[in-house]
């Protein structure tokens, strides 16, 4: 800072911390709920203050579920959370190197109109054609599979894009040597591009990770049989009740926020590289 | 649109290479926006055993019908309420953020990570923190008289949803804010602290024009999240209501659709978000052309 002034200091870390302590607030209210015990919560004030009952709350929520909402256990819900984010995420990162790869490295008829095929998805999101896009995947018959999960969420205009402004850097020089040494399209692909990439592939994961953990309408729709349920659309599940157990609706919730939060708490450098050029 | 200059030659391998990616667009995107731009022409009676092709006519009834031009007015409502709040907060805690030197990446990390959280896991959240008989924040407000109840108070609900929808979007913001005012030339605001000027100046009349690509960016940005994803906060909260408070656009396709299995009407929805998110991208993308030559 260019003047140092010990008033505006305090000031600024004072509204910080209060900025900090609101953005962390509900999350704390959500654990400290999730470790009383089941009538706690229902005698008119919330405790502020953590209970004894954590263990046993997570325990039960990881082993049994909430059987009423015929919701399956958490463990479970994980599991299916887990197989969707992974199968959206590495299905996006490989369609999306290839065509980058096609439209960077080849002249070809009709590669203009494939960009902007592609481009086009990005003003489609799932959520305005999300009847017709249910009806093709119940014609397709993928209701209630792992296939129906990710599938149709894995075109990205996004990732193609940065793929290809990436692939536009990589100097000339690369493709000459790799040809006079007589490598191929898919050599010089698995070879040289695809190392060099390493940094954006694993930017774009952590963010992609994050969008597939989080998808709920997507799931919600076409998933009816307990076996699928995502531990997202779950928790909506057991809300949904008469009376929501709320110290095992905050125990889902916290075990659902959990794991895309460390990604980013443990990824932050490549989170921001990911975000902001995704965004670009 | 540049190529290499050297490239593959092959007919048939850049198609192979492309295939999946156009074929997944194909089924899953354009089809179905081929649909619903088709089904927006059709009208279904009552036992859904016959369609009429009516035109524009879905179309029409949608801008006579009461219901639609209230969810047109509270999404402009909920889009920009949930963007000047969650901008003015970030803005607010990147610029201090931006003074600290030994503690900037602290703060950054815990500013962050609500990105993380599912907006379904927001509003389940923000629900609980506002429930009318158990949470604490109307507890805390019946204290100073207000009693809080989003079941019947529109209002009420519009705010909670708006808050859970802020919230969420807070690190988005942060970050591209705390970009933005790295990349200002510290010189600048030396040369404007010799001259006189106060921080607060200097904010004013140095800071924030040079910052306003970054704002306009976040303010596109934004309004697409609140209108487009922000699907799951609602229904895990309000689910349109009370009244129809809160029944934001993307929330009114889904329910008269699915719920209430209105096709056409529905489906005119649609090709209308279409339009919007069109329009959007195309803002967000003419702009982001000239922040690169900025």
Do not use: C
Request: aromatic residues 14%; proline residues 5%.
């Amino acid at each position: 800072m260019v003047e140092n002034r010990p008033w505006a200091n305090f000031f600024a870390h004072t509204v910080l911390i209060i900025g900090v302590a609101l953005v962390i607030f509900p999350v704390y209210i959500a654990l400290v709920a999730s470790t009383q015990a089941p009538g706690d919560l229902l005698r008119g004030t919330m405790p502020l203050l953590p209970g004894s009952h954590g263990i046993e709350n997570y325990k039960l929520m990881w082993q049994s579920g909430v059987s009423t909402a015929n919701s399956p256990p958490a463990a479970k819900m994980l599991w299916n959370s887990f197989v969707m984010a992974m199968a959206i995420t590495v299905g996006k990162l490989s369609i999306s190197l290839l065509s980058a790869f096609a439209i960077v490295y080849f002249r070809f008829r009709f590669r203009m109109f494939f960009f902007w095929l592609i481009f086009v998805t990005l003003m489609l999101p799932v959520e305005v054609r999300i009847i017709p896009t249910f009806q093709v995947v119940a014609d397709l018959k993928m209701l209630n599979s792992f296939a129906g999960l990710s599938i149709p969420l894995i075109a990205s205009a996004t990732a193609t894009f940065l793929f290809r402004q990436f692939f536009m850097t990589i100097p000339e020089e690369m493709l000459e040597a790799a040809r006079v040494d007589g490598a191929g399209p898919l050599k010089f692909f698995k070879d040289i591009l695809l190392p060099l990439s390493v940094t954006n592939i694993a930017a774009l994961f952590v963010i992609m990770f994050i969008y597939g953990w989080n998808q709920y309408l997507w799931p919600l729709l076409i998933t009816t049989d307990p076996n699928y349920t995502t531990i997202v659309m779950g928790i909506q599940r057991m809300t949904a009740e008469e009376n929501p157990q709320w110290h095992l609706v905050m125990a889902a919730v916290v075990m659902a926020a959990l794991p895309p939060v460390l990604v980013i708490l443990f990824m932050q450098r490549l989170f921001v590289k990911g975000l902001t050029e995704t965004e670009k | 649109m540049q190529t290499k200059r050297m490239t593959f030659p092959g007919k048939w391998l850049p198609f192979a290479l492309l295939a999946p990616q156009v074929i997944i667009t194909l089924i899953f995107f354009i089809w179905p926006a081929g649909q619903a731009l088709y089904q927006s022409l059709l009208r279904e009676d009552a036992f859904g055993l016959r369609t009429t092709f009516v035109g524009l006519e879905n179309f029409a009834r949608l801008f006579r019908d009461g219901a639609y031009l209230n969810s047109l007015s509270v999404t402009v409502v909920f889009a920009v309420g949930t963007t000047l709040l969650s901008m003015t907060v970030a803005l607010l805690m990147a610029s201090t953020v931006n003074r600290m030197i030994r503690s900037r990446s602290t703060y950054t990390t815990l500013l962050v990570w609500p990105y993380a959280i599912a907006p379904a896991l927001a509003g389940v959240l923000w629900w609980f923190i506002f429930n009318p008989s158990i949470g604490i924040v109307p507890y805390m407000l019946e204290m100073v008289g207000y009693r809080w109840n989003h079941r019947n108070s529109g209002s009420d609900a519009m705010l909670l949803v708006i808050l859970a929808a802020a919230w969420k979007q807070i690190s988005y913001n942060f970050l591209f804010f705390l970009a933005g005012l790295q990349s200002i030339p510290q010189s600048l605001i030396e040369a404007a602290s010799i001259d006189g000027a106060s921080p607060f100046k200097r904010f004013w009349t140095i800071v924030f024009p040079l910052l306003s690509p970054t704002t306009f960016f976040l303010m596109v940005v934004n309004v697409v999240y609140a209108m487009f994803d922000t699907f799951g906060i609602i229904h895990t909260t309000t689910q349109g209501g009370p009244a129809q408070s809160t029944n934001i656009l993307v929330y009114k396709v889904y329910a008269d659709g699915f719920v209430g299995l209105n096709l056409g009407s529905s489906a005119a929805q649609s090709v209308i978000l279409m339009v919007i998110v069109v329009v959007l991208t195309v803002i967000q993308f003419r702009f982001i052309e000239r922040r690169v030559n900025y």
